[in-house]
């Protein structure tokens, strides 16, 4: 049975430094891309940031690019959202999920997900 399960989430102030994890099992973790997602409450969910499985090709929205950083620990199944300079609207639900694909920033083409985490980023 496949699990990711996030944690790291919490309250913050803007400008404040929060890092995700998420940590995988039941499967082959270095087969997979890693994607981040969030949702805001009334808002769909959006791609925040992604790798391939080698971690070498990283990609991030618009929204976070120069902010946020994405890595990956194959030895560890783990994935990580270093998240600095944080905004208010930067508050949501974040999820991270697995996939065996190249389109990185399309929820749909991810295969797991998990339950995510809430993050706060306070004014």
């Known amino acids: 049975q496949v699990q990711l399960v996030e944690s790291g989430g919490g309250l913050v102030q803007a400008g404040g430094s929060l890092r995700l994890s998420c940590v995988a099992s039941g499967l082959t973790f270095s087969n997979y891309a890693m994607g981040w997602f969030r949702q805001a409450p009334g808002k769909d969910r959006e791609f925040v940031a992604a790798l391939n499985w080698s971690g070498h090709g990283t990609y991030y929205a618009d929204s976070v690019k120069g902010r946020f950083t994405i890595s990956r620990d194959n030895a560890k199944n783990t994935v990580y959202l270093q998240m600095n300079s944080l905004k208010p609207e930067d508050t949501a639900v974040y999820y991270c999920?697995?996939?065996?694909?190249?389109?990185?920033?399309?929820?749909?083409?991810?295969?797991?997900w998990g339950q995510g985490t809430q993050v706060t980023v306070s004014s």
């Open positions: 999920a697995a996939g065996v694909t190249v389109q990185y920033g399309i929820a749909g083409a991810y295969h797991y």
